[in-house]
């Protein structure tokens, strides 16, 4: 042992060494071999689980929004269509100080307060490395200023988006409605997957009913990103397929024709072909510039237009509800007819004032002195009130709300827009329901005459008007033009002998065409002969022995002026509703609308042989 | 046969024997082995391929790069020259003050993320824990090779304390991931030394009872990465992310990978520190399985080679110096692999020749360099 100690065993030593230099070149190879299951776990066995994961971390699928389907009148009249508009668009990712960068911008690109708090509020609902718009519509002039300082923004482009255009603009404002930015409550109403790159969906009118149609379908793009979301290339895209475009019944001349009627003044004017129920012509006036609404309109002017007390907002053609005064006559007196209450040739004793019987109430005649005897074509010819209290008497109020709800009159015409109301038609049951009272005689008489609780919509008395026109054939007022058939109707026929028709329209026709007709003043001239009814919607109730004073009575209490026609009278092509707020007596104000757009559609070159 | 003792010189030196001239190739005339030579110009290669898809087809890193590969490879090829027993005279220096300058870490140590592993030489930040990779199993090599092996029992315990006390110094910076490998460079040696069988299961079976004491003093942040290493999706963006997106990136290679540069973990960024630590999965993604197969390969080569060398050589000190150096190069690759694929913690430790960045490429090829001295400095007494 001394020896080894001191003389080194090289031959053991070398053995010794050697085994474990074998041990250790199994060792590391037994090792290599682990690593080597390792990868084949992963690389072979685990392959497909990991390529998904690779492919989900680099492509992102964009959303390539669709263009939305343009709106055109019967004419092919482009109403509403997509243009490119220039954005402001940041991304906050890629800026390193935002105030800075906000605070610099707006010295060369005007931003409000709103629009700022705008993209704040965008920019804090995304991620980082998506865009938030601070300006839309960009002018000329500031993309030029802002691309020659472009050096000192990054993280700042403009960008063009598809956003709407309304060429007529206040003209179809109403109709068309407008398409704005969708909000949170629309987010919860729309189908994610459909709205998903999409930021603008059709809030009132047309751009509303059929949103569905006009969206289109979302294509998709496939891209590669990298770890911060940086778009490298696209791979692959799906692309988007365009809403449809609407076709409208409406005929944008006449529309414009319509609105030039109403002037200044306040109203609505409702165009309707009795025949197929397509609507020509659907006015409310005053209106707005819907294009204020796409982008975002600021809340100055949104509040300036929702405070305006002549309501520009307002849809009076649709929405407006009013008592429908002496328009409903025709009606009325059908309805004597045909429930055998009245023939047409009994004659009534107007002497200006009508009582029932065992009651103090007076009821007055529109003229004072009264209309003399009066049968049914004088009581529509001058619209004499006393026969319609004695007619009304007659039926009493459960067959006249019988009778004239199948005229439409008292709920909506369904027509393809949102929000219509159903207007009033009273009876009992309504009176008892909504104010625990019961129905009084007195109230029959005012229903009569198209007053008291009675209300319409402009849209409701195109519609009744359209029906006595087809001698009780219902249609169904609609805007859009769907290839074929027009809607079904919802009101059922009235169905009555031509004998019971006949004298109504004669009366209607009188009311124009001679020289007691209250609307006589728009017969001069016309080329075909036209049936109407005038009426007059009272604002104000005067006292018992008050007499109603035009002068006296301050504007926005004067009467509503009313008229409704249709033309030409033996073969209706076109009826017509007409309301002109505060506008007086509806014969003197409102008839020579109608007449303006009864001639522009029954005048119109291509309708020439058509005339009788 | 018992071989004895000769004197220095060698039988190149004699000369005048043309037989012999011609039976020695050329690369042994430049004391440069052949086999290695290839492997590792193989691997370097193939590594700088990597990198340049790494480095997202950087010039001007490759360029670094290969400045670093010309002067470390020029670097192995003068070491190569020096006999071997040049290193005796240095080892113990280099051992004594690499000590030192760890102490002096540990005292005045400038931090770096929260790990003092620098010392501040004036002109340049020096680590001496990398130094140590090197020069710890050539000192337990030096001192067990003194004496008749398998060592006694006393000197078996000097030779550990050789390689505990610097680890522990290491492990204090802390820089757990560089003691452990350290520690198993030198575990190494003493095996190869012929530390007996019975020993090492004593010694694993310590290990295993002082592992609960080993998590009671490690720092929040090691523990953290054993914890991800354990569950890495428990944090899928913070500290596990390294370990998913790199084990995304080599199972999504496949069989025959996705193309060099081709890679779309690694092109796209997703993949972390893809230049350095974490090179072997872009190669894995790039060229797959069988890119794998062909780096194992190369490895196992130059490692088997680098064993064949030292149950070559003809002493105890060249012998178990050359099986130090081939462990030593084994675990890195080992560890790194290992823990890139996610069976091992992650350690900041790069693959040895592939990976972007100095001072592992220059420690790596010394090692080589003196595998050649070694090997080509033999007595060639039997021919």
């Known amino acids: ?612 | 046969m018992i071989w004895p003792r000769l004197n220095t010189g060698s039988a190149l030196d004699s000369g005048g024997v043309d037989e012999t001239r011609r039976r020695i190739p050329w690369s042994h005339r430049l004391h440069l082995d052949f086999p290695l030579l290839v492997g590792l110009l193989l691997l370097a290669a193939f590594g700088l391929m990597v990198l340049y898809s790494a480095s997202g087809g950087s010039a001007d890193m490759m360029e670094r790069q290969l400045v670093r590969l010309l002067l470390a490879f020029g670097l192995m090829i003068a070491i190569a020259q020096l006999p071997p027993h040049w290193l005796k005279i240095i080892t113990t220096t280099l051992f004594t003050a690499g000590i030192i300058m760890l102490v002096l870490v540990a005292l005045f140590g400038v931090s770096s993320k929260g790990a003092q592993r620098w010392l501040d030489l004036g002109l340049f930040r020096f680590q001496p824990s990398e130094m140590m990779k090197l020069v710890i199993p050539m000192m337990v090599a030096l001192y067990l090779a003194d004496k008749q092996l398998p060592p006694q029992p006393s000197r078996l315990l000097i030779a550990t304390a050789m390689i505990v006390i610097p680890v522990l110094l290491i492990a204090k910076q802390p820089d757990l991931g560089t003691s452990l490998l350290i520690a198993s460079s030198g575990f190494f040696v003493l095996f190869l030394a012929g530390l007996p069988w019975r020993v090492m299961g004593v010694l694993g079976a310590l290990a295993a009872a002082a592992l609960p004491a080993l998590w009671a003093v490690m720092k929040p942040y090691q523990k953290q990465r054993v914890l991800t290493f354990l569950d890495p999706e428990q944090d899928p963006l913070g500290s596990g992310y390294h370990i998913i997106q790199s084990k995304i990136a080599i199972g999504s290679g496949g069989l025959f990978g996705k193309g060099w540069m081709e890679g779309t973990q690694s092109q796209l960024s997703f993949l972390p520190e893809r230049h350095t630590d974490f090179i072997f999965a872009v190669l894995a993604e790039e060229f797959g399985f069988m890119g794998v197969l062909l780096l194992f390969a190369l490895y196992l080569f130059l490692i088997w080679r680098a064993l064949s060398i030292a149950m070559q050589a003809q002493e105890t000190y060249t012998r178990l110096l050359a099986g130090a150096l081939a462990m030593t190069f084994f675990i890195f690759f080992f560890v790194n692999v290992g823990m890139v694929s996610g069976i091992l913690p992650v350690v900041g430790l790069p693959l040895p020749l592939v990976s972007y960045g100095g001072t592992a490429m220059v420690t790596t090829l010394i090692g080589f360099g003196v595998l050649m001295s070694i090997h080509t400095h033999r007595k060639l007494l039997d021919t």
């Open chain 1, 1 to 612: 042992m001394a020896f080894r100690s001191m003389l080194k065993d090289y031959h053991s030593e070398a053995r010794l060494f050697r085994r474990r230099a074998y041990v250790a070149m199994g060792f590391t190879a037994l090792l290599i071999l682990g690593l080597s299951v390792r990868m084949t776990l992963l690389q072979v066995h685990e392959y497909k689980h990991y390529v998904t994961q690779s492919n989900d971390n680099r492509i992102q699928v964009r959303s390539l929004p669709p263009a939305r389907g343009h709106i055109l009148d019967r004419n092919g009249v482009v109403l509403a269509e997509n243009q490119t508009t220039l954005s402001l668009v940041l991304i906050p990712e890629q800026i390193d100080d935002l105030d800075t960068t906000l605070h610099s911008l707006r010295e060369i690109v005007a931003v409000s307060e709103d629009e700022l708090q705008r993209f704040h509020k965008q920019r804090k609902r995304q991620r980082s490395f998506l865009p938030a718009t601070l300006r839309y519509h960009l002018s000329d002039e500031e993309v030029a200023r802002f691309e020659s300082q472009r050096y000192r923004f990054p993280g700042v482009t403009v960008e063009a988006i598809l956003s709407r255009n309304y060429p007529l603009g206040a003209l179809t404002a109403h109709v068309i409605g407008y398409t704005g930015r969708i909000n949170e409550d629309d987010l919860k109403a729309l189908d994610e997957g459909r709205y998903r790159g999409s930021q603008f969906t059709g809030k009132t009118g047309i751009e509303r009913e059929y949103e569905e149609l006009l969206h289109g379908f979302p294509g998709e793009s496939r891209i590669e990103a990298n770890v911060v979301g940086r778009v490298l290339r696209e791979l692959g895209r799906t692309p988007s397929q365009s809403g449809s475009d609407l076709h409208l019944t409406l005929d944008s001349r006449l529309q414009s024709i319509a609105s030039e009627a109403l002037g200044e003044l306040k109203g609505a004017v409702v165009a309707i072909d009795p025949n197929n129920g397509e609507i020509l012509a659907l006015v409310s006036k005053p209106s707005f510039d819907p294009s204020q609404f796409v982008l975002g309109i600021p809340q100055k002017e949104y509040a300036a237009l929702r405070d305006d007390p002549s309501r520009p907002l307002f849809d009076r053609a649709l929405r407006g509800q009013y008592p429908p005064g002496s328009t409903i006559k025709p009606v009325m007196g059908l309805a004597g007819l045909a429930r055998g209450v009245m023939d047409a040739q009994e004659q009534i004793d107007c002497h200006g004032k009508y009582q029932l019987p065992n009651s103090s109430l007076v009821f007055r005649d529109w003229k004072k002195q009264g209309h003399g005897p009066t049968d049914l074509n004088k009581s529509i010819v001058e619209s004499c009130d006393v026969y319609y209290y004695e007619l009304s008497r007659r039926l009493g109020v459960d067959r006249i709300h019988e009778f004239l709800g199948q005229f439409g009159l008292g709920q909506a015409t369904g027509i393809d827009l949102p929000s219509e109301p159903n207007g009033l038609l009273p009876s009992r049951e309504w009176k008892r329901i909504t104010r625990n009272q019961p129905w009084y005689p007195g109230e029959t008489l005012n229903i009569g005459i198209g007053q008291g609780f009675f209300m319409a919509t402009p849209l409701q008395l195109a519609q009744m008007t359209a029906m006595l026109a087809n001698h009780g054939k219902p249609i169904r007022p609609h805007l859009v033009l769907e290839g074929g058939e027009p809607p079904a109707p919802t009101l059922r026929p009235v169905v009555l002998p031509d004998s019971l028709w006949q004298p109504v329209i004669k009366g209607m026709e009188d009311v124009v065409h001679t020289r007691q007709g209250t609307a006589n003043r728009i017969a001069r001239g016309a080329k075909y002969r036209i049936a109407g009814k005038t009426g007059t919607a009272q604002v104000f109730s005067l006292g018992r022995d008050e007499e109603y004073d035009e002068e006296k009575i301050p504007e926005n209490m004067r009467d509503h002026a009313l008229f409704v026609a249709f033309a030409p009278a033996q073969q209706p092509q076109i009826a017509v509703a007409v309301l002109v707020e505060n506008g007086g007596h509806g014969g003197a104000t409102a008839s020579p609308m109608a007449r303006a757009v009864m001639d522009a559609w029954l005048l119109r070159p291509e309708n020439r042989v058509a005339l009788p």
